[in-house]
């Protein structure tokens, strides 16, 4: 892939990017359903061996709430958005 620019050669700008992991349900989820299942994964990652564990295999836990990994999620979605249009990137 010799032909492809880099992220350096592409913009003056340094480029960070970070992977996640969240846990979704269906829209329309009700709401005492979903925050019964974050408080338990909030729960679960306080537990030193489910952290020890995450750990182990290359992941940083953090809990984020519902409202919070939505916000997260719509800002990576603006952000890739805008760089697939501004690249002229073809995903299909």
Not at 51 to 58: D, T, V
């Amino acid at each position: 892939m010799k032909d492809i620019p880099t992220f350096a050669e592409l913009s003056d700008k340094d480029v960070v990017i970070n992977n996640w992991m969240a846990l979704a349900g269906p829209a329309g989820t009700p709401a005492d359903v979903v925050e019964k299942v974050s408080s338990a994964v909030e729960e679960s990652l306080r537990a030193a061996y489910v952290r020890e564990k995450l750990s182990s295999i290359g992941f940083v836990p953090n809990y984020m709430s519902p409202k919070d990994a939505a916000a997260l999620m719509t800002n990576e979605y603006n952000v890739w958005q805008g760089a697939v249009k501004q690249l002229d990137i073809n995903i299909g």
